[in-house]
């Protein structure tokens, strides 16, 4: 439809500016229109680009301190080879060559004596290594076991990605008018009278692709919010409705809402009856969770519930931006089924400021982060079957991921069984600091893995414990490549280089043409990118001086064949309609209808601890400053965070006798850590909040310090291999605990 014909390069001063789009690293899910400014080889600062339609030149934080952390001088500079024991931080300087000589020896080895199912690959968040990295495990590696670095349930985007999978047939994202370049100027979009902000906080996250000031930019045109959520957010105090839920509960509360719309017949009946299956069977189920019940579940008071659910149903049109909270309990792909439920049935699906079905632009995903099966079609059929967790959990086989299930790797690697993990590769996964709950438990497991790769811009506690080979990866200012989740198509232009650093695209390719070229017949990474580019009719140079390409959005394409295949009207599933009723659950053994399921440790599940550990713990919510376990050695960012905190309501402190700034012990019966008080009154004063992803890179990095990996770790305090039913989801944001001054 458009693309952006500006100027993509010129000269200010001594400095030469760039337009073009930053991703991660430093950064976090989305691709922000940036304008670099540089003088020779080094990246002097960064401007948001203030004709850019997407982030309209508006920054955050973590953006606008990128050269702080790309000119950081403890970056890794070059391949290493471990010189001493692993945790000694002892390395030897060695160069590429050496590196890739070193990884094909061990791979054609495992191949020969245990085959090449015995190498586990692993990612963090952010870059583009969603696509990058199963290319490299399924082709070059020519293993089935791609995993995302030990999270458990895989509670991060998958059980929403299982649940529309086999619901719907296909990801949808909010329609916040950035679908086209005219952006709130198209005739054709329509503002959202409301819009639910379901277990999420977007203007910090910016989380799945989505930037949350574009719901600020809404409301200041009249969307009114419904925020679900057990924290006051800066959304939630700004909403018509807040509904403080109890950690965990998520699953009742929208099945509450299900029985207030369908018992009072709120629903659109046109769309349920022409596209939906099972709607009388939801019905059923949704009468066993009226809101006086889920109340006393929730919290949530039921008049509460009945209102926001009358108000969300009769708004026209409406939607919900959802968040990481729905994946991290067991019962997430229940909560991301009630969640579809109240889209689909109020007639809020792929319309105009509804929840729009969502493909890449221009069909561009190889390269995109979201394409988990780039190689997987040269895998042979027994090969794929010997996928870590298919065979227990076959929702992992059949939902829009293609990934090994994190908490199944962990076990092959304790037990050895169904065979012996040999191999381990991580690429920007800061494992048992961030990813991995159970951090000790994951610690000790990879200790067993007898060769581990850690590709990374900077040196992880994770390699330093465990890595065998350190790669240097290259920050999103050093690379060439493409940004496409969602929507717009955008280049990524390099404009410097950092000593020895390779560009993830590079090291795949190269490794790739070492172990199996039929697979990797691309001369150079631009080959590549242009082959990934094919969809869009463009190369790379040509993108490059687009900077950012258009398509045209389609709505109700499952009016017109859009969504099929066979070009039938339909939705892309074994109905053709949304399936609020899942008949191939049904032949998995699982629950076809949403359900509630108490988090293992609760007031409901284990009332009797709750004597030792009274309080709720959630965790995980972000920070302006950091993503993840990132941006920690950042001096302007720590400036601003310099230490973990744990946030309590004042009832809450006076009644331990803390006060803000004390640290505090979190304790439960799995483990413990120490973090810094915050007193907030938007807080329940039954439950509290620790932050993740700490580490300290000002402290010595050998073992046993290894940074403070451990010392001020939320996960020490989760559990592994506490899945729901479909092996999706974890209960990383809903334990229990107890807290008490750290003297």
């Known amino acids: 439809m458009g693309s952006d014909s500006k100027k993509v390069q010129w000269q ?7 337009r073009t789009c930053s991703w991660t690293a430093p950064g976090c899910h989305d691709g922000c229109s940036v304008l670099y400014y540089t003088k020779g080889n080094e990246l002097i600062k960064v401007e948001g680009d203030p004709e850019s339609q997407y982030n309209f030149g508006r920054l955050c934080m973590r953006c606008l301190s990128a050269p702080e952390l790309v000119n950081d001088p403890n970056r890794v500079k070059w391949p290493m080879k471990r010189a001493g024991e ?44 969603w696509s990058l990295v199963p290319k490299l495990t399924y082709s070059a590696f020519k293993s089935p076991n791609f995993a995302m670095g030990f999270l458990a349930g895989d509670s991060c985007y998958l059980p929403r990605a299982a649940a529309m999978g086999t619901m719907i047939g296909d990801f949808f994202i909010v329609d916040a008018s950035q679908l086209d370049p005219r952006r709130y100027d198209n005739p054709e979009w329509k503002l959202p009278e409301c819009i639910i902000i379901w277990g999420n906080n977007p203007i910090i996250s910016n989380g799945d692709g989505f930037l949350g000031h574009w719901i600020v930019d809404m409301q200041k045109r009249g969307t009114k919010l419904i925020v679900v959520d057990p924290y006051l957010t800066w959304f939630a105090s700004r909403a018509d409705y807040w509904l403080q ?23 659109d009946k046109d769309f349920v009856k022409n596209w939906t299956y099972g709607l009388e069977q939801l019905a059923e189920r949704v009468k066993e969770y009226p809101p ?3 109340e006393e579940i929730s919290w949530v008071p039921a008049e509460k519930i009945r209102e926001a659910a009358r108000f969300f149903a009769k708004a026209k049109p409406a939607s919900v931006q959802w968040g990481l909270a729905i994946d991290t309990q067991r019962a997430g792909v229940s909560v991301a089924n009630a969640i579809c439920a109240l889209v689909a049935i109020t007639g809020n699906l792929d319309v105009p400021g509804g929840n729009h079905i969502i493909r890449t632009a221009f069909g561009v995903d190889r390269l995109a982060h979201v394409s988990s099966d780039w190689g997987l079609a040269e895998l042979s059929e027994e090969m794929r079957a010997k996928r870590l967790g298919v065979d227990e959990y076959p929702l992992f086989k059949y939902g829009l991921c293609a990934t090994a299930r994190g908490d199944s790797v962990l076990e092959a690697i304790e037990t050895g069984r169904p065979y012996p993990i040999q191999m381990y590769w991580m690429e920007t996964t800061n494992t048992f600091v961030n ?34 080979l350190v790669l240097p990866a290259s920050m999103s200012v050093e690379r060439d490549s493409l940004r496409n989740w969602w929507w717009p198509l955008r280049s990524i232009s390099k404009v410097t280089q950092y000593e020895e650093a390779k560009t ?119 920070q302006w400053e950091f993503f993840h376990s990132e941006h920690r050695q950042s001096a302007t960012l720590r400036e601003f965070h310099p230490n973990p905190r744990v946030s309590m309501n004042p009832e809450t402190a006076a009644k331990y ?15 413990k850590c120490k973090q810094q008080a915050v007193l907030d009154p938007g807080w329940d004063p039954r439950v509290i909040h620790g932050e993740h992803g700490w580490w300290f890179p000002e ?8 940074f403070g990996a451990f010392e001020s770790n939320i996960n020490n305090l989760t559990t592994m291999c506490t899945t729901g039913p479909t092996g999706y989801g974890a209960p990383l944001k809903n334990t229990i605990c107890k807290i008490y001054k750290a003297e």
């Open 699 to 706: 402290r010595e990095a050998a073992e046993p310090t290894l």
């Open 504 to 622: 993830d695209e590079e090291i795949v390719l190269d490794i790739g043409k070492r172990l199996n070229p039929e697979a990797f017949p691309w001369d150079t990474v631009e080959d590549m990118i242009d082959w990934a580019l094919i969809p869009a009719g463009v190369t790379f140079k040509e993108l490059e001086a687009k900077t950012v390409m258009w398509p045209e959005p389609h709505y109700k394409k499952y009016e017109t064949g859009m969504l099929r295949e066979d070009g039938e009207p339909g939705f892309n599933t074994d109905t053709g309609m949304v399936n609020l009723y899942q008949d191939i659950f049904v032949e998995w053994n699982l629950d076809p209808l949403p359900s509630h399921m108490e988090p293992p440790y609760s007031p409901v599940s284990t009332p009797q601890m709750m004597k030792e550990y009274p309080l709720i713990l959630t965790a995980g919510s972000r």
């Open 245 to 267: 839920l109890r950690p965990g509960t998520d699953a009742a509360v929208g099945l509450a809402m299900l029985n207030v719309i369908i018992g009072e017949e709120l629903y």
């Open 292 to 294: 006086e019940k889920v």
């Open 12 to 18: 200010e001063g001594d400095m030469t500016v760039t």
């Open 657 to 671: 006798g803390i006060k803000e700034g004390d640290w505090v012990w979190i304790e439960n019966n799995i483990g």
């Open 86 to 129: 692993r945790g000694e931080n002892k390395w030897e300087r060695i160069t590429w060559d050496e590196a890739y000589d070193i990884i094909e020896e061990k791979v054609r080895s495992i191949w020969k004596d245990y085959g090449p199912e015995s190498i586990v690959t692993a990612i963090g968040t952010g870059r583009n290594i």
């Open 435 to 468: 990813t991995a709950c159970d951090a000790k438990r994951v610690y000790a497991a990879l200790k067993k893995v007898p060769f581990v790769v850690v590709v990374d811009p900077v040196l992880t506690p994770s390699a330093v414990a465990h890595a065998d």
